[in-house]
Nanobody, 123 residues
Framework: VQLQAFGGGLVQAGGSLRLSCSATGIAFSITRMGWYRQDTGKERELVARISSTGSTDYADSVKGRFTISRDNAKNTVYLQMNSLKPEDAAVYYC??????????????????WGKGTQVTVSS
């Protein structure tokens, strides 16, 4: 399994970024995917997920501001982030979402993690 996130950067509060993540080595089109983030000193958390059929869920902290989408033909998942806040700053990762994983802090997870992308939001 290889996962690599792109698109992070430095943005002012209120700005937008679009992250993308390519996934190989998994049956992408039938796999629930999600975006996780981890800030320094904090636990990794699931903030957005999308089912194989396109149903989406979001953590309360990002609901209404973030949009997750997927392109199965490209084995790619996206995260459109609008109205960014300083508290959104973190390293963002994509990965599969186990059925046992609720929105929020990451539970037991044995899968590999790919390279994340740093999002920095200035106030």
């Amino acid at each position: 399994v290889q996962l690599q996130a792109f698109g992070g950067g430095l943005v002012q509060a209120g700005g937008s970024l679009r992250l993308s993540c390519s996934a190989t080595g998994i049956a992408f089109s039938i796999t629930r995917m999600g975006w996780y983030r981890q800030d320094t000193g904090k636990e990794r958390e699931l903030v957005a997920r999308i089912s194989s059929t396109g149903s989406t869920d979001y953590a309360d902290s990002v609901k209404g501001r973030f949009t997750i989408s997927r392109d199965n033909a490209k084995n790619t998942v996206y995260l459109q982030m609008n109205s960014l806040k300083p508290e959104d700053a973190a390293v963002y990762y994509c990965n599969v979402v186990p059925h046992s994983q609720a929105m929020g802090v990451l539970g037991p997870f044995n899968g590999p993690w790919g390279k994340g992308t740093q999002v920095t939001v200035s106030s």
